[in-house]
Antibody
Framework: EVQLVQSGAEVKKPGESLKISCKGS????????IGWVRQMPGKGLEWMGI????????RYSPSFQGQVTISADKSISTAYLQWSSLKASDTAMYYC?????????????WGQGTLVTVSS | AIRMTQSPSSFSASTGDRVTITCRAS??????LAWYQQKPGKAPNLLIY???TLQSGVPSRFSGSGSGADFTLTISCLQSEDFATYYC?????????FGQGTKLEIK
């Protein structure tokens, strides 16, 4: 069974750093793109970026380029989303999702989400 | 970047109704379009990909159509569990992008 299990909720202060994780299981982790999607409170889905764990090829939305870093550690089948300096506007639910085989494309499996709250 | 625009943003319908949601891309995307359903507090769930292919396990009352820049999601006979928010997503070119969502509420 394919599963994506994300790390738990985080409460941080502005300016702090953060790295959240997404562990894949039940499939070949290096063969599928994993993406990150933001959902701010009461708002829609925003495509942030995507990584191919097999070779770490990464694509970002211009809206998030330079604001976050997407990475993966294939040895432990885990993808990451990280911030070096959080802002209050980063408060959101963040989902990881696995793509269809062979391409970035659409997302067939989703993690449960990680709620990030940034507040002074 | 390709912009996806859904209409309407929200609307009310009754169980048993046939409803159609529209998604328009700012440029042609062939058939590289997916539809998702999201219920409150839950992760999105893939309904349709390649504009009209039903994901395994999704009820046949859901259907998708369109190509190029204009697409539709149709629910043929609304059930109570279908009241949710629906999103389209293009995967024609990076950065991939979602529509703003259509919230379907009970009348």
């Amino acid at each position: 069974e394919v599963q994506l299990v994300q790390s738990g909720a985080e409460v941080k202060k502005p300016g702090e750093s953060l790295k959240i994780s997404c562990k894949g299981s039940g499939y070949s982790f290096t063969s599928y793109w994993i993406g990150w999607v933001r959902q701010m409170p009461g708002k829609g889905l925003e495509w942030m970026g995507i990584i191919y764990p097999g070779d770490s090829d990464t694509r970002y939305s211009p809206s998030f380029q330079g604001q976050v870093t997407i990475s993966a550690d294939k040895s432990i089948s885990t993808a990451y989303l990280q911030w070096s300096s959080l802002k209050a506007s980063d408060t959101a639910m963040y989902y990881c999702a696995r793509s269809h085989y062979g391409s970035g494309s659409y997302f067939t499996y989703w993690g449960q989400g990680t709620l990030v709250t940034v507040s002074s | 970047a390709i912009r996806m625009t859904q209409s309407p943003s929200s609307f009310s319908a009754s169980t048993g109704d046939r409803v159609t949601i529209t998604c328009r891309a700012s440029q042609g995307i062939s058939s590289y379009l997916a539809w998702y359903q999201q219920k409150p507090g839950k992760a999105p769930n893939l309904l349709i990909y390649a504009a009209s292919t039903l994901q395994s396990g999704v009820p046949s009352r859901f259907s998708g159509s369109g190509s190029g820049a204009d697409f539709t999601l149709t629910i043929s006979c609304l059930q109570s569990e279908d009241f949710a928010t629906y999103y389209c997503q293009q995967y024609y070119s990076y950065p991939y992008s979602f529509g703003q969502g259509t919230k379907l509420e009970i009348k």
